[in-house]
């Protein structure tokens, strides 16, 4: 088969179909070559005719039933796909396809998976609605802060600064991305510090608190540490899910610990930033999804990362929308925040969202306590739709808060 034979004008994605939208451009080629190349590299076809073609094989092409532009999209019989295999879906869809040398450039920047591919997967465990019965938090954005400085700290003075954040108004305190168990702050020595000024805080201020311990690593190891976190009272689970990989993460999800799974995207700029090249972070968000983290990162709009407001709608679309009984995924506002951005960011998402401050938080002339309950009183006044600079007048630290970031 040829290229060009994978372009099928007339035919009409089926229920059962995988269906990629690729931003395609040819180089030394015109597009229809280039498309139906996309789709005979990612599913049966190869550079030549070889002998070893069947009838019963073509049935199995993908076909370009679209070409709008550079906008091209595929449909894959779903036979071609192992259930519950995301590396599988990945190596076709995503795999050496994008090293053609007819491509210029090549993005995914959509993906929708059929009923019984998507439901092969265990999916979130608590989705929204079991984080809202969790925390207790049923009416506002949680407040969540990561220990900064990201690494250094020694195990007490992390568990310090936690516990200043949680006794200042967060209802979150997490590990940042590259923390493990490095010397200065073993991993096992961590929780149990921290997860003990959990419970000090608790008791102080009668509210749910909860500690995201970065999991990450080897795989084994990682399972170990989970559990770990899960037999000292520890409800919540941080994971890097691109750096340790689809696989990983559905090996910890599928042994179902009590924990809620938090999604951190370090990677993801890699693939996702090139708006003409790579993959386009909703298609990680829905995969994810699938595989069955609880809360992923979806960017901010308005702080320090590249995303704007309509790569954000896209990103909640993915962790939000109907997909096949699914449940739907908290998402997380986080990178480069401060109380002064709350506002935006709850007009953005909504009440449905973890607003995660660091600096924003630890920053605060006044130290972590008051930073915390600046950022609190901020998602206060959003929440009753109170301009910052009218509630700070009665609320010191979001006032200091407001002097600090302008």
């Not at 520890?234 to 938090?262: C, I, K």
Request: proline content about 4%; some cysteine.
């Amino acid at each position: 088969m040829k290229y060009e034979d994978f372009i099928d004008s007339k035919y009409r994605p089926k229920s059962t179909d995988v269906v990629c939208e690729f931003h395609v451009e040819p180089l030394g080629t015109n597009m229809r070559h280039a498309a139906g190349g996309v789709a005979a590299e990612s599913s049966i076809g190869t550079w030549t005719e070889v002998r070893t073609m069947h009838k019963y094989v073509e049935r199995l092409a993908a076909k370009v039933f679209s070409i709008r532009g550079n906008k091209v999209r595929i449909a894959y019989p779903t036979e071609l796909f192992e259930p519950g295999n995301m590396p599988n879906l990945l190596s076709s869809v995503a795999g050496n396809v994008f090293g053609l040398e007819e491509l210029r450039w090549l993005r995914l920047n959509d993906i929708w998976l059929p009923k019984k591919f998507a439901k092969s997967f265990k999916g979130p465990k608590y989705g929204i609605a079991g984080i809202r019965k969790m925390t207790k938090v049923k009416n506002r954005p949680l407040v969540g802060t990561i220990i900064k400085p990201k690494l250094g700290l020694k195990t007490a003075d992390h568990a310090k600064v936690a516990y200043s954040a949680w006794a200042g108004g967060c209802d979150i305190v997490k590990d940042d991305e590259n923390l493990a168990s490095q010397s200065f702050n073993r991993f096992e020595r961590r929780v149990k510090e921290t997860l003990c000024a959990r419970d000090k805080a608790e008791r102080e201020t009668g509210e749910r608190k909860f500690y995201m311990a970065n999991v990450t690593a080897e795989t084994d190891e990682m399972l170990k540490r989970a559990k770990l976190v899960a037999a000292w009272g520890g409800e919540y689970a941080m994971v890097d899910v691109l750096t340790v990989g689809f696989a990983a993460l559905q090996t910890l999800r599928n042994e179902n610990l009590p924990l809620v799974l938090h999604g951190h995207r370090a990677m993801h700029a890699a693939l996702t930033k090139n708006r003409r090249h790579g993959i386009a972070m909703p298609v990680l968000a829905k995969l994810l999804r699938v595989v069955g983290v609880d809360q992923l990162h979806a960017g901010t709009a308005v702080g320090k990362m590249s995303e704007d407001r309509k790569d954000v709608a896209a990103n909640l679309h993915a962790l939000k929308d109907r997909l096949h009984g699914v449940k739907p995924v908290m998402p997380v506002a986080s990178g480069g925040l401060h109380p002064r951005l709350i506002p935006d960011e709850v007009k953005i998402f909504g009440k449905d969202v973890v607003i995660q401050l660091g600096g924003g938080i630890h920053g605060h002339p006044f130290g972590t306590a008051a930073g915390a309950a600046a950022a609190r009183q901020a998602i206060d006044a959003a929440m009753k739709k109170v301009k910052l600079g009218t509630y700070a007048k009665s609320h010191a630290e979001l006032r200091m808060a407001l002097r600090q970031w302008k």
